[in-house]
Nanobody
């Protein structure tokens, strides 16, 4: 059974950085699309960034200047996706989730939660001012 395991969350001060990781274990599909979502207290979950096996990426407007989504080398035995977050601000405080689907990403992958069959448990990011 496919499992997604996020890590890398934590507490930082404003202006700090974190790198989140999402490891896809037991993933045997030939393609993938992974989206990072986040959900702040009292708010709806929103898409942050997407990446697929071709390396194509897409970002939410708030993430374009400060976030970078990437993947580990193709020849690695492990499949890990990363979300580098720089210049974090208190409004970035949220639970961050990665989600995966066995297809290429589309323009809808940034917001269509229904597309994703596999979800991680989330990793908390807290940014203090």
């Amino acid at each position: 059974q496919v499992r997604l395991l996020e890590s890398g969350g934590g507490s930082v001060q404003a202006g700090g950085s974190l790198r989140l990781s999402c490891e896809l274990s037991r993933y045997t599909y030939s393609k993938y699309c992974v989206t990072w979502f986040r959900q702040a207290p009292g708010k709806e979950r929103e898409g942050v960034a997407t990446i697929d096996i071709s390396g194509k990426t897409n970002y939410a407007d708030f993430a374009k200047e400060r976030y970078t989504i990437s993947k580990n080398p193709k020849d690695s035995a492990r499949l890990i996706l990363y979300l580098q977050m720089n210049n974090l601000q208190p409004e970035d405080t949220a639970m961050y989730y990665c989600a995966a689907d066995s297809a290429y990403c589309s323009s809808a992958s940034l917001w269509s939660e229904r597309q994703f069959r596999y979800w991680g448990q989330g990793t908390q990011v807290t940014v203090s001012s």
